[in-house]
Nanobody
Framework: QVQLVESGGGLVQAGGSLRLSCAASGRTFSSYAMGWFRQGPGKEREFVATINWSGSRTYYADSVKGRFTISRDNTKNTLYLQMNSLKPEDTAVYYC????????????????WGQGTQVTVSS
């Protein structure tokens, strides 16, 4: 079992930055690939970024590539999402998720989910 708790969301002006964190419980965090997803108002949950167990491989949605950076610290059981140059269309609830296997862009692949943290970008 893995429990995930996101933090770091908030209200920011367009062009600003936020860093999300996802704290994982359990001793097997490093066994899991991790992902960030988001769900905006009236929208489907969409892929943002994913990272393999060691952090050596990362993948991004085209909409965030060059602006967002996913990373992890296995010594702290924590996943991060650094978000720069934020846009109003980045407004969403952001979720972290864990998958026992390789990184994936597909939400249905993931085994565990956090409760989400709200990010609001004002214009």
């Amino acid at each position: 079992q893995v429990q995930l708790v996101e933090s770091g969301g908030g209200l920011v002006q367009a062009g600003g930055s936020l860093r999300l964190s996802c704290a994982a419980s359990g001793r097997t965090f490093s066994s899991y690939a991790m992902g960030w997803f988001r769900q905006g108002p009236g929208k489907e949950r969409e892929f943002v970024a994913t990272i393999n167990w060691s952090g050596s491989r990362t993948y991004y949605a085209d909409s965030v590539k060059g602006r967002f950076t996913i990373s992890r610290d296995n010594t702290k059981n924590t996943l991060y999402l650094q978000m720069n140059s934020l846009k109003p269309e980045d407004t969403a609830v952001y979720y972290c998720a864990a998958v026992l296997g390789g990184p994936s862009r597909t939400p249905d692949s993931y085994d565990y989910w956090g409760q989400g943290t709200q990010v609001t970008v004002s214009s």
